[in-house]
T-cell receptor, first 111, second 114 residues
Framework: GEDVEQSLFLSVREGDSSVINCTYT??????LYWYKQEPGAGLQLLTYIFSNMDMKQDQRLTVLLNKKDKHLSLRIADTQTGDSAIYFC???????????WGAGTKLIIKP | NAGVMQNPRHLVRRRGQEARLRCSPM?????VYWYRQLPEEGLKFMVYLQKENIIDESGMPKERFSAEFPKEGPSILRIQQVVRGDSAAYFCASSPGQEPYEQYFGPGTRLTVT
């Protein structure tokens, strides 16, 4: 079946850029998402990208999509302590409403 | 406009008991989705409901699990005769339509089976 993979941890210094990577197997995914989960909280949709786009920028967030390699990344510029969270990559399945999720990348900010 | 509400936030059940998880969608949303998250794993789709209808339950175990979204009141995910393997975080999302980028998530219910 479809699979989404991401590394479990990323550690960056405050003020640096964070790049969280994700690979997926379903080449027919129409939408690809990044969600943020803070401790004890629900999932917050950060941004999403349509499969016919290569890049999307939203303030400090930049999403890059490489369809050929089935690779999605999220870049957070000027990482702050408030960015500490788990970041989930998700892709739409055939139905579009069913999302296939990665296990999440825990972003750790070093002072 | 209040967000998606889930209760309880934490639920402890002994093996063999029943667990009832509630989800109140955002105002104006008629589509509800339930997901399960096991420790250190991503979310797994369980079921998609519209008011009074189950649209897709392909991710839900055939036995012991059921879901409903009545005309009035919250959506309920019911787990009968819970086992330790049911321990997980259960998330509910709602949307006004079928487009998934409009899915708004609740804070989740953490179920612990002892």
């Amino acid at each position: 079946g479809e699979d989404v993979e991401q590394s479990l941890f990323l550690s960056v210094r405050e003020g640096d850029s964070s790049v969280i990577n994700c690979t997926y197997t379903d080449s027919s995914s129409t939408y690809l998402y990044w969600y943020k989960q803070e401790p004890g909280a629900g999932l917050q949709l950060l941004t999403y990208i349509f499969s016919n786009m290569d890049m999307k920028q939203d303030q400090r967030l930049t999403v890059l999509l490489n369809k050929k390699d089935k690779h999605l990344s999220l870049r957070i510029a000027d990482t702050q302590t408030g960015d500490s969270a788990i970041y989930f990559c998700a892709c739409s399945a055939d139905s579009n409403y069913q999302l296939i999720w990665g296990a999440g990348t825990k972003l750790i900010i070093k002072p | 406009n209040a967000g998606v509400m889930q209760n309880p936030r934490h639920l402890v059940r002994r093996r063999g008991q029943e667990a009832r998880l509630r989800c109140s969608p955002m105002k104006g949303h008629s589509h509800v989705y339930w997901y399960r998250q096991l420790p250190e794993e991503g979310l797994k789709f369980m079921v998609y409901l519209q008011k009074e209808n189950i649209i897709d339950e392909s991710g839900m175990p055939k036995e012991r699990f059921s879901a409903e979204f009545p005309k009035e009141g919250p959506s309920i995910l019911r787990i009968q005769q819970v086992v330790r393997g049911d321990s997980a975080a259960y998330f509910c999302a709602s949307s006004p339509g079928q487009e998934p980028y409009e899915q708004y998530f609740g804070p989740g219910t953490r179920l612990t089976v002892t």
